[in-house]
């Protein structure tokens, strides 16, 4: 007999090994088999088929099969129909999906490990009852759900969409169903986590990618098994745990971007994986958030998903004031201290002396950091990339600073002469996290300061530990990036500043708009919960842009009426789909040719849908220079077809000798 075998590569296709009649059972699909590869080496596969060969008499070409770890599957067949989903729809190889969806233990020979049997079962302890407005939502949830099978639970921050989740989920466990509860990142989970065991103790797994992969395959073996959870938090690639009889599918804060996977294949979306991987089980999907993407909008506007929403805070809190900063007349009228405008300055003041704590935003780590020579103006580049190199503080006061590349992680230290002109000496122009907390430590004597961001949080459990430390108002002023606006709840936030609002205006995205708004009413959001009233001061250089009279009313509707327009009139989602190309190269020349050849025959297949080659504001990293194609097919059309043509012409181009050694990327629904 022969068995098809999914590999962990990014080659394409499945690879046929013989199995030895010495072999005490037939294999099932979806088992994990150990195969020989190349000359002297084994790697973990799936089995994909099991055939039986219509003739018998060249079967040595076949190398037999080594063994097999267990004698069970431990990829279902809906994992393995949403696999080859996947593979389609993102153009990868299943091979691919097989690397993203099994943890790295679970494919490689070392772990024969066996199935550990379920511990003891926890009770489950009532949820918090609803009030009016939750009840309404979750009547009019489950309402919607029986026409269409995707709802959006649109509610403002702090409305209590979390009580609403877990209601919902509580009655399909009740049915006998399993939950899954996505969340963008990790962030969100330490608040939530604690929330969702108080209800469901025991019966709640916990998914996410920090964890080692032990404790993943041990989760994994606990959710094919079956019967250890009944609902399972967890981030994007949680979807690719074997379940089954799942019931319900929350995806929280729909809009975030950290849904989609960059990097490598496949670059997924959680939500529309999550809509394909319900509709294998008959599933409901509900998508939550405050600021709803506006594809996501759109939808709910148009009857594709059910629309519920939630326009009260909890317990009648209101939405916190905002209030806008004109960066541009403080700094004319020297009404500043370094990045702090004088009315942030005072009102941290009072909130501080109040026994309140403040949230100070900055979009990035280092964003727009840099070192300039104040002489020459010699800026120091990395060495692999073409970007500048960022300061980073020493770790301690003895050792120098270093220069560091946020692309490729290439680090020299501080020079302390410019080695252009050998006469400055090169300062820190940065406005990143690092420099606000040195401000603040300056400005606020006495307080207790802490900066939040992925320098701070990249040991495990950092992340964990600064959030309590922060809700146990062990720190009176908490500097972050956007980990700080997701969805976490800290009950004496009177105050939250942006130090730089329109930052996240200024970048080549179509997308940049919403992000700034989904960004800033979230960061908003984290003021003024649980009866202490909430105030943002927006501090920014473009004061008179629309954006800030939508945040000051908190107006989604106006923003999303105005980008709707935008959208439609640039072919932009959801009226237009995207496919972004990229392709790289150690040598300019060859990647030059590359990028015409596919250009020219992608204009002659697709015509304009098209667009010219694109030179990314950062165009080489790691040494490869990079260069951009996007496609723009109309909603109305076929994609799959549209996908198959472009596939087609990516493997011809990639034959051809002068575009050798290229790197090609496809990226479907790019974000
Ligand atoms: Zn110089
Ligand atoms: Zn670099």
Not at 350 to 368: I, M, P, S
Request: include cysteine; aromatic fraction near 8%.
């Amino acid at each position: 007999m022969l068995i098809d075998v999914i590999l962990p590569f990014a080659v394409e296709g499945t690879f046929t090994y013989l199995l030895p009649d010495s072999c005490p059972a037939v294999p099932q699909t979806g088992q994990r088999v150990v195969v020989p590869w190349g000359q002297k080496k084994l790697v973990t596969g799936i089995v994909a088929d099991v055939k039986t060969p219509m003739e018998t008499g060249n079967l040595d070409i076949y190398k037999p099969v080594f063994s097999f770890p267990e004698d069970y599957p431990i990829v279902t067949s809906a994992q393995m129909k949403l696999w080859q989903w996947i593979t389609r729809y993102y153009l990868c190889t299943i091979g691919e999906v097989m690397r993203a969806a099994l943890p790295s233990d679970l494919r490689e020979e070392k772990t024969s490990r066996q199935l550990k049997k379920p511990d003891s079962i926890g009770k489950i302890q009532s949820a918090h009852p609803l009030n009016e407005e939750q009840l309404r939502a979750k009547n009019e949830v489950q309402k919607a759900w029986k026409t269409t099978s995707t709802v959006l639970l649109y509610g403002v921050t702090s409305s209590g969409k979390t009580e609403v989740y877990i209601h919902l989920a509580q009655e399909q466990i009740t049915q006998g169903k399993k939950v899954l509860y996505l969340v963008p990142e990790i962030a969100l989970t330490t608040q939530l986590t604690d929330r969702l065991r108080s209800v469901f103790g025991d019966r709640l797994g916990v998914y996410h990618s920090r964890f080692t992969d032990r404790e993943r395959v041990e989760i994994y073996k606990n959710v094919l098994a079956g019967d250890k959870y009944d609902i399972l938090i967890g981030v994007r690639s949680s979807l690719f745990l074997p379940f089954n009889n799942l019931g319900l599918i929350i995806v929280d804060e729909e809009h975030d971007t950290s849904y989609k996977q960059q990097d490598p294949a496949p670059r997924y979306h959680a939500r529309t994986t999550a809509q394909m991987l319900g509709s294998l089980f008959g599933a409901k999907i509900l998508l939550g958030t405050a600021t709803p993407a506006v594809e996501t909008y759109y939808n709910a506007l148009n009857g594709k998903y059910g629309l519920v929403e939630m326009k009260q805070r909890y317990a009648g809190l209101s939405l916190p004031a905002i209030h806008l900063l004109d960066l541009q007349r403080a700094y004319k009228q020297k009404k500043m201290e370094e990045h702090f405008s004088y009315p942030l300055v005072v009102r941290m003041r009072e909130q501080l002396e109040a026994g309140k704590q403040v949230l100070l935003f900055q979009n990035r780590r280092g964003y727009n950091a840099y070192v300039e020579c104040p002489e020459c103006g010699y800026v120091p580049k990395c060495a692999n990339c073409d970007v500048s190199l960022t300061e980073h503080k020493p770790l301690a006061p003895d050792m120098p600073s270093r220069l560091v590349c946020h692309y490729c992680g290439y680090s020299i230290p501080a020079p302390a002469v410019c080695p252009n002109c050998g006469q400055g000496i090169p300062v820190d122009r940065g406005f990143g996290t690092e420099k606000i907390e040195e401000e603040a430590v300056q400005l606020f004597p006495g307080a207790r300061i802490a900066r939040m961001d992925t320098d701070t949080t990249h040991t495990k459990n950092a992340h964990e530990k600064l959030i309590r430390r922060f809700a146990d108002h062990e720190i009176d002023i908490l500097v972050g990036t956007q980990m700080i606006t997701k969805g976490l709840h800290f009950k004496d936030v009177s105050l939250v500043a942006v130090m730089k609002a329109d930052a996240m205006l200024n970048q080549p995205d179509f997308r940049a708009y919403e992000r700034a708004y989904q960004m800033l009413e979230q960061v908003s959001g984290r003021a003024g919960r649980a009866g202490t009233e909430g105030h943002v001061i927006l501090q920014t250089s473009d004061i008179d842009n629309p954006l800030y009279a939508y945040l000051k009313k908190h107006d989604y509707e106006a923003m999303f009426a105005e980008q709707i327009e935008q959208r439609k009139m640039f072919r932009y989602p959801p009226f237009h789909r995207i496919i972004g190309l990229t392709l790289r190269h150690r040598e300019l020349s060859r990647l030059e040719a590359a990028s015409r050849t596919l250009y020219e025959r992608l204009t002659r297949v697709f015509g304009t849908r098209c667009s010219s080659i694109i030179i990314p504001a950062v165009g080489r990293v790691q040494n490869l220079y990079i260069r951009q194609l996007t496609l723009k097919i109309e909603a109305s059309a076929s994609y799959a077809k549209a996908k198959e043509m472009l596939d087609a012409e990516v493997r011809y181009v990639k034959t051809l000798s002068p575009c050798k050694g290229t790197l090609f990327t496809i990226d479907v629904d790019p974000m």
